[in-house]
């Protein structure tokens, strides 16, 4: 069974459609990473599954089931969102902050229960945020903001994990430990649908990579077949060096120091730098 | 766990307590001589409607505020208060004083505001929070100035109209007013309640409205009803004691340093300190000048200097 198959999607902001017949099936269990320009629909695609925007046309479905027959809270208990921006207006403490996540099972006037607790105790814990349950959302790094929300969609025990650029605000540790916490939910047998500008985090740890370039799914297939030279040039416009990963294989990508046609930047110490000993003292 | 939360209980039931009491023994009249009974319901009456607008305000402040994510919304902000006290006024200016006509033109004057500003906000069925502050202070700027018209218009009246917008606890009960003061107070605790069964939700939206969807949350619905709930309750309250400023702004703050953010201890906590402030605040107004200021004035000169502290100790 498919963890969402999309078909005959078509979408638009305005009279303009984004996507139009657009068709896509990600299997439960897979590692599916979404690359492509700004604008290309990333988000709108995570949006259209998630719920959060309707579709002109087509269907949506979720293991199996129409989107459209799913109440929200059924959605919420199948399907966790990690949006690119999570501002929180008030100064909550981690711990709420992750029992937001057990909410799709709590009836309107239910207190959490033992197992609500649990779920939260141990999706800090998976992402190794336990020690910070009782700091303030708005009193801890990016890193560490990054990972507790990722516990509030873990609390949902989701079938199913969209994520929104989630390490482009974070060092490279902090990439690398979200990289590796995702492998191993999807180890566990979770799905994992990853929208990164990150070529090549998506490249070395997706089992697929899905190439979309305003609205069009340019290709769908494992990495290296998708992050190839003449794929990035036509979508990104620009001139990649791609190589190989030294351990892995996996394409990686590099650009150029400059692109053809521009002057070539020769060498570093030619750039005259302020505040240099030469140019205090001529 | 709720144990912590205990030595801040007792702080706000005795600030009630105390500020009850102060509001029933002190005032022009004394608390001796013959009228005693006269004024000791007059006083009861002014506690009762000083406890429901206090209550009220910051609840509806404090639900407002986690609707709208944004710290700095109050009961006003939709608003409903001018179209209040553009209805209240229009019933002064046509001369109809007496009785219970400005509360039920205030009343009426809040509704038609509350639909105005719904149909402003809803676009292609769906009402966003930022076209309800949109909608809701274009709104209030059109109504004060055609406030300030009605008021040109019928000079006579203006005193009272003043008095009218600025708040105050000294409405004039009479027969019918009482009924309606009562059917207003059973609306205020239903509604305070209802939006007390919405605490999970808006602490949840207060990390978004998309983010609260995806966990759940029926974000449509629960702005919808924050928002004709707290427009109902405003409405009602407003046209008895005109606009009191700053206790549903100022209010909330307060009891989220003393319990942290959650609603479902800010809102109940609210209702209490929002009482509490508003009866010391009335008993302030009435016994310091004599013949007594509007009650606005004296929320915003102790609210403006606590707002000010407050602002600089979290930027």
């Known amino acids: 069974m498919n963890a969402i198959e999309l078909s005959g999607l078509a979408f638009g902001y305005d009279e303009r459609l984004l996507f139009e017949g657009f068709n896509l099936e990600v299997a439960a269990g897979e590692l599916l990473g979404v690359i492509g320009p700004n604008g290309a629909g990333k988000s709108t695609l995570l ?39 999570n501002p929180f207006a008030f100064d909550y403490t981690v711990s709420d902050v992750v029992m937001m996540g057990r909410n799709p099972y709590l009836g309107r006037f239910q207190s959490p229960g033992k197992h609500d607790r649990e779920a939260v105790t141990a999706a800090l814990e998976f992402v190794d945020a336990l020690f910070l ?13 990054q990972r507790v929300v990722l516990a509030r969609a873990l609390a949902q025990e989701p079938g199913i994990l969209m994520l929104d650029e989630a390490t482009s ?3 490279i540790a902090h990439q690398q430990l979200i990289a590796r916490i995702l492998v191993q939910l999807n180890r566990q047998g979770k799905t994992v649908v990853l929208l990164s500008h990150d070529l090549n985090l998506a490249a070395l740890y997706c089992s697929r990579i899905l190439l979309l370039d305003r609205g069009k799914a340019v290709a769908c297939d494992v990495p290296e077949r998708v992050i190839t030279a003449e794929l990035i040039r036509s979508v990104y416009g620009v001139e990649p060096i791609v190589t190989r990963h030294p351990e892995s294989g996996r394409p990686q990508v590099m650009l ?3 692109a053809p046609g521009q002057p070539q930047i020769t060498q570093m110490s030619q750039i005259p730098l302020a505040g240099t000993p030469e140019s205090q003292n001529p | 766990m709720q144990r912590r939360f205990l030595p801040g209980w007792v702080v706000l039931i005795l600030l009630l307590v105390a500020a009850s009491a102060l509001s029933v023994a002190v005032g022009p009249g004394g608390f001796t001589g013959a009228k005693l009974s006269a004024v000791m319901d007059l006083r009861l009456l002014r506690l009762a409607l000083g406890i429901i607008a206090g209550g009220v305000l910051a609840v509806v402040g404090a639900s407002l505020q986690g609707l709208l994510q944004n710290p700095l919304a109050d009961p006003f902000t939709m608003g409903v208060a001018s179209g209040a006290a553009l209805g209240a006024s229009l019933t002064l200016v046509l001369g109809r004083t007496a009785g219970a006509f400005a509360p039920v033109g205030g009343f009426a004057g809040a509704l038609v505001t509350m639909l105005v500003v719904y149909a402003l906000a809803r676009v292609r069925g769906r009402v966003t929070v930022t076209g309800l502050v949109l909608a809701g202070v274009i709104m209030s700027f059109l109504f004060s100035s055609l406030v300030m018209l009605a008021m040109i218009l019928g000079r006579r009246t203006l005193g009272e109209a003043v008095y009218m917008m600025m708040g105050h606890l000294g409405a004039v009960f009479t027969g019918t007013t009482v009924w309606l003061f009562g059917a207003v107070a059973v609306l205020s605790v239903v509604g305070c309640a209802w939006l007390f069964s919405m605490s999970r939700s808006l602490d949840i939206m207060s990390s978004g409205e998309e983010a609260a969807e995806t966990l759940g949350v029926d974000t449509q619905r629960v702005t919808k009803t924050v928002f004709v709930i707290s427009s109902v309750l405003v409405g009602a ?12 702004l100022v209010v909330p703050h307060l009891v989220r340093m003393l319990f942290g953010p959650e609603h ?15 009866l010391l605040s009335d008993v302030l107004a009435r ?19 606590f707002f000010i502290y407050l602002l600089r100790s979290r930027l």
Do not use: C, W, Y
């Not at chain 1, 259209?48 to 929200?72: E, F, H, K, N, Q």
């Not at chain 1, 009782?134 to 790094?141: C, G, M, Q, T």
């Not at chain 2, 200021?293 to 609210?303: D, E, Y």
């Open chain 1, 47 to 85: 949006r259209l599954v998630a719920g959060l925007l309707r579709p002109a046309r087509g269907s949506i479905r979720i293991l199996g089931r129409d989107m459209g027959a799913l109440g929200r809270r059924e959605v919420a208990r199948t399907l966790g969102v990690v949006l690119q921006e």
């Open chain 1, 133 to 145: 349950r009782d700091k303030r959302i708005n009193a801890i790094s990016a890193g560490e903001r």
């Open chain 1, 169 to 171: 605000h974070l060092d």
């Open chain 1, 256 to 258: 150029p120091v400059a």
């Open chain 2, 237 to 248: 309250v407003v046209s008895f004691t005109g606009a009191i400023s700053f206790v549903g």
């Open chain 2, 264 to 278: 479902r201890r800010v809102l109940p906590g609210s209702f209490v300190a929002g009482a509490g402030i508003l």
């Open chain 2, 287 to 305: 016994n310091v000048v004599p013949g007594g200021l509007p009650l606005s004035i004296v929320t915003a000169l102790v609210g403006v200097p």
